[in-house]
Every structure is written in structure tokens, then in C-alpha cells.
């Protein structure tokens, strides 16, 4: 077996609710190979974006570990684990988040304006602005650049939302709920459009959702339920 790209090792969460301690997640497994396809179903509540998260290290899990390529990250200092996740993750959530006030050719460029100070940026920000455009070509936008997210339709505002999750070159993309908001044709789009990224790239995807006919599309699929991870067959 190689070593998977990502792993989470017997993950505990639990959250505070006044006096109590509500358990979340109660010794999960979860790991994908560079370049899988992995969903991960579950029904609402059940712990889905809070697992993404741990593995995204956007958060840290109470026990377990969290690790890339068989090393231990989730235990690094913050400033650390900022730069890995920035470097290493893309995001993509049910309700886009993008910025109202940007086009979307603005919203595409922000992680590399995180990234990177003023006056790194500025020199570069002709490549920068190339960047942006090809890769909004990919998602079928480039008619669009222009536009704020209140005049893009929903499975536009996810495109938008992916050509940015893109912009970064990311290894590994972490996937909330990327359909939940939209129709079954658009979602189909949606899921075309990630399993064609999946393929020609080679980008890794880690995908949740409760949709059992979204999940299916995966290689593979694995299933949250009572704080637990188990495999899902394939019915051939
Ligand atoms: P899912 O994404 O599968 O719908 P979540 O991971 O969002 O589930 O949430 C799992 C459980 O944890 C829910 O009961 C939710 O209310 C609780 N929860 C999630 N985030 C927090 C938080 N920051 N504080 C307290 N409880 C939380
Ligand atoms: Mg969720």
C-alpha cells in the first residue's frame, strides 16, 4: 500500500454546548491517494464539514492526527500550518463565498493577493492577470470576467468559486457540499467539471456531501454516521 497523500488518523471532535461535551467524531479514518476521487457521505449534522476542516487544517482535532504524505501536520505551529494549507488545499463550500463587491476576474486573483505582499504582487500582476484568465477559461467563464457574483447564476458563481480555488495550484481540492445549492443539471455541470479537473490534473478531490447520487460519481466513497467512517461498496 503507498503512503496516501492525505490521511486522518483516529480523529476525535468534540464540541461545547454550555455544560455539555457533544461528541462529533469518535475515532475517524479517512485518506485519499494523490489523484483519488474520494466522497464522503453523510446525513446533515453528522460531521461531514467538520472532518473537512481537520483535514483542510482550518481546525484541529481533540485526538488524532492529521498527515500529508505520511508526516504528521496537524500538530505544527499556526504560522506553519497556514502556509501548508495555503499551499497544499484548495476549498470549494456549498454557498461559494465569494466577494460582492469583486468581478470575478477579482475574486480569482484574491488568494494570490493574500499570498503574496504588494509589492510582489504588483510587479507580477500582468502574469498574475493571465493566470486568472486562463484558468477562468477552463471553467467555461471567460464570457464573464467582468461580472459581480449577483450577476453570475448559481453554477457560475461554483465555477468562479473553483477557478479560484484553482488559482493557487492546489494539491489536494476539499469540497463542501460544491452542489448543494444548485439544480441537478447545474450540479451535473459542476461534478463534470471536477471529475474533468480530476482527470487531466491529477488533482486529488476529497468531496462531501449527503447527496447519495452525487457521492456515486466518486472512485470511492465512505460513509459518516454516528461518529463513525465506513466503507461504502460499489454496486457494480
Ligand atoms: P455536517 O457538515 O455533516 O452537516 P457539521 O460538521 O457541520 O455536520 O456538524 C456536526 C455537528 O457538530 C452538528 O451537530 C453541529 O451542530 C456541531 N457543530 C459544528 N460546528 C460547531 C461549532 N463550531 N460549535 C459547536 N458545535 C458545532
Ligand atoms: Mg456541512
Known amino acids: 500500500m503507498p503512503t496516501p497523500q492525505i490521511s486522518a488518523v483516529s480523529i476525535q471532535k468534540s464540541y461545547r454546548k454550555g455544560e455539555l461535551r457533544v461528541p462529533v467524531l469518535k475515532g475517524v479514518n479517512a485518506a485519499a491517494n494523490k489523484g483519488e476521487f474520494l466522497s464522503i ?3 446533515s ?4 464539514s467538520t472532518l473537512l476542516h481537520l483535514m483542510g487544517l482550518l481546525d484541529s482535532p481533540d485526538v488524532g492526527e492529521v498527515r500529508l504524505d505520511g508526516q504528521r501536520v496537524d500538530n505544527l505551529p499556526s504560522k506553519t500550518r497556514d502556509e501548508l494549507r495555503n499551499r497544499v ?5 456549498q454557498f461559494y463565498h465569494l466577494l460582492p463587491e469583486l468581478t470575478l476576474q477579482e475574486n480569482v486573483l484574491t488568494p494570490l493577493m493574500i499570498r503574496h505582499p504588494l509589492w510582489t504582487y504588483w510587479p507580477r500582476r500582468k502574469h498574475y492577470r493571465e493566470m486568472a484568465l486562463d484558468i477562468i477559461d477552463q ?9 459581480r457574483p449577483s450577476e453570475l447564476s448559481g453554477g457560475e458563481m461554483q465555477r468562479a468559486a473553483i477557478a479560484r480555488a484553482l488559482i493557487a495550484q492546489p494539491e489536494i481540492l476539499l469540497a463542501d457540499e460544491p452542489t448543494g445549492n444548485l439544480d441537478s443539471e447545474t450540479g451535473g455541470e459542476i461534478m463534470d467539471l471536477l471529475h474533468r479537473l480530476n482527470e ?8 462531501v456531501t449527503h447527496d447519495e447520487s452525487v457521492a456515486a460519481s466518486a472512485h470511492r466513497t465512505i460513509r459518516l454516521a454516528q461518529g463513525q467512517m465506513e466503507q461504502v461498496e460499489k454496486v457494480a
Open 200 to 207: 487531466e490534473q491529477q488533482l486529488t478531490i476529497i468531496m
Open 41 to 43: 457521505i453523510g446525513q
Open 45 to 48: 449534522g453528522s460531521g461531514k
Open 89 to 93: 488545499f484548495g476549498f470549494i463550500f
Open 139 to 147: 471553467v467555461g467563464l471567460s464570457h464573464r470576467l467582468k461580472h
